[in-house]
């Protein structure tokens, strides 16, 4: 008689996608990312997945093989969503062996610039938090000043933010008037606010502002205008 059991072996190592719902979310904005498997998996979770330029919230399990959580972009640069081989495993406790990435693209903020009446000090801001305080605080919200182009490694530049110890906001995208401030002045850096174009970098074809900044040497009050009418005043 033949006793012999034929036994089958799972050695196929499970895949993973990664499907955005959106392909490009605004600093602060959010979309919805899906994790499909393969098959079904006993430890695929939120720890498995690393996250650049941003983070993952309302993490949610569908079913043993789908996932899906909140995106949140925290900055200007593109992020990055991505699992790494060797990062879970099926049933029969194969793992998966082909990384797999979702970019996820820095779409361009506006740019808003906000008054203060009693004080004459300007703001630009393009996070809508910041912009729903300072204007329950009283200031003025004059509307969209322009918009900031998605940031670029040859097309752009970072444009930094310092508070000038409560007398203003001082804004600049030289890199060396950066190094300067930084070792001579006691200001508060306070990052990157958002990219510009810079004049080196500008290509005939593109369609840009020009920012013209004025100091006040009586308040020492910083203007920054992309209006003629207003730089003829």
């Known amino acids: 008689a033949n006793n012999?059991?034929?036994?089958?072996?799972?050695?196929?190592?499970p895949t993973i996608v990664i499907s955005a719902a959106t392909s490009s979310?605004?600093?602060?904005?959010?979309t919805t990312i899906t994790f499909t498997l393969s098959e079904e998996s006993l430890d695929f979770g939120l720890e498995d997945v690393d996250v650049?330029?941003?983070?993952?919230?309302?993490?949610?399990?569908?079913?043993s093989d789908k996932y899906t959580a909140v995106f949140e972009?925290?900055?200007?640069?593109?992020?990055?969503?991505?699992?790494?081989?060797?990062?879970?495993?099926?049933?029969?406790?194969n793992s998966n062996a082909i990384i797999e990435c979702q970019k996820i693209l820095a779409s361009s903020p506006f740019v808003y610039r906000l008054r203060n009446d009693d004080s004459?000090?300007?703001?630009?801001?393009?996070?809508?938090?910041?912009?729903?305080?300072?204007?329950?605080m009283g200031w003025t919200n004059e509307g969209i000043a322009y918009k900031s182009p998605a940031q670029s490694l040859t097309k752009?530049?970072?444009?930094?933010?310092?508070?000038?110890?409560?007398?203003?906001?001082?804004?600049?995208?030289?890199?060396?008037?950066?190094?300067?401030?930084?070792?001579?002045?006691?200001w508060d850096y306070e990052g990157v606010a958002f990219a510009v174009y810079s004049h080196e970098q500008v290509l005939p074809e593109v369609n840009t502002v020009a920012v013209k900044r004025y100091l006040n040497t009586e308040s020492n009050i910083?203007?920054?205008?992309?209006?003629?009418y207003e730089q003829d005043i």
Do not use: C, P
């Open 222 to 228: 910083h203007l920054y205008s992309t209006s003629s």
């Open 73 to 93: 972009q925290t900055d200007i640069f593109d992020a990055e969503i991505v699992v790494t081989a060797d990062s879970f495993t099926d049933t029969a406790f």
């Open 25 to 30: 979310v605004e600093r602060g904005g959010t």
């Open 156 to 186: 752009t530049s970072s444009l930094h933010r310092y508070s000038m110890n409560g007398e203003g906001h001082f804004y600049t995208a030289n890199e060396r008037e950066k190094s300067i401030i930084d070792s001579t002045m006691s």
């Open 4 to 13: 012999s059991i034929a036994l089958t072996v799972d050695t196929i190592k």
């Open 52 to 63: 650049s330029n941003g983070k993952l919230v309302s993490w949610s399990e569908v079913s």
């Open 120 to 136: 004459g000090k300007y703001l630009f801001s393009s996070n809508q938090g910041e912009i729903d305080i300072i204007t329950g």
